[in-house]
């Protein structure tokens, strides 16, 4: 059963660099393409970007300035930076897996809640 | 910008059909997706290529598409299906979000 797990801090301070990671269990990474997905607090959804095992890359172009992904196949895991936090980052940043592009999501994680506060 | 648009509620009786809409869609060789997401937890694809339902999705979830609208129903709701569904299609293989229907089962 492939599950993912998102880690990283719940809080980070404006004009910081938000930083998570996703471990990939169940299924080797070098395969499919590891996306980030956002929920601010009683909102909708928000799908930040995605990275390929391979390393290319696809995001969302109203957050594409401040987005930087990484995966790392030898822990199986898959990074998202997102720079410049202000208030409106505040969300529950989810780590999602497609079986190709474009394809649904058909794993996620937990999710964590990410607070830009000062 | 591209922009889905989905009704912010759809209240049901038990055991009748809940009916929620997605337009806005642009169709080619990408196809509509429905989420459920309950409250604390993560979303669950519960439509894809939209009408097929993943393994473990029971058979009262169906989806369907005419013109620029998607559509999710749910035959004989139940009350574990009151949730949030979001549906999700794709806009030059950038993803979209529609911005979600709370179902409530009365």
């Known amino acids: 059963q492939v599950q993912l797990q998102e880690s990283g801090p719940g809080l980070v301070k404006p004009s910081e660099t938000l930083s998570l990671t996703c471990t990939v269990s169940?299924?080797?990474?070098?395969?499919?393409?590891w996306n980030w997905i956002r929920q601010p607090p009683g909102k909708g959804l928000e799908w930040i970007g995605y990275?390929?095992?391979?390393?290319?890359?696809k995001y969302n172009p109203s957050l594409k300035r401040r987005v930087t992904t990484s995966v790392d196949t030898s822990k199986n895991q898959f990074s998202l930076k997102l720079s410049s936090v202000t208030a409106a980052d505040t969300a529950v940043y989810y780590c999602?897996?497609?079986?190709?592009?474009?394809?649904?999501?058909?794993?996620w994680g937990q999710g964590t809640l990410v607070t830009v506060s000062p | 910008s591209y922009e889905l648009i989905q009704p912010p509620s759809v209240s049901v009786s038990p055991g009748q059909t809940a009916i929620i809409t997605c337009s806005g869609v642009?169709?080619?060789?990408?196809?509509a997706c429905w989420y459920q997401q309950k409250p604390g937890q993560s979303p669950v694809l519960v439509i894809y290529?939209?009408?097929r339902r993943p393994s473990g999705i029971p058979e009262r979830f169906s989806g369907s598409s005419s013109g620029n609208t998607a559509t999710l129903t749910i035959s004989g709701t139940q009350a574990m299906d009151e949730a949030d569904y979001y549906c999700?299609?794709?806009?030059?293989?950038?993803?979209?979000f529609g911005g979600g229907t709370k179902l409530t089962v009365l």
């Open positions: 999700q299609a794709w806009d030059s293989s950038l993803v979209v």
């Open positions: 169940g299924d080797s990474i070098s395969s499919y393409y």
């Open positions: 290529e939209d009408n």
């Open positions: 990275i390929h095992y391979s390393g290319s890359t």
């Open positions: 642009k169709w080619g060789d990408k196809s």
């Open positions: 999602a897996r497609q079986s190709y592009d474009p394809s649904p999501f058909d794993y």
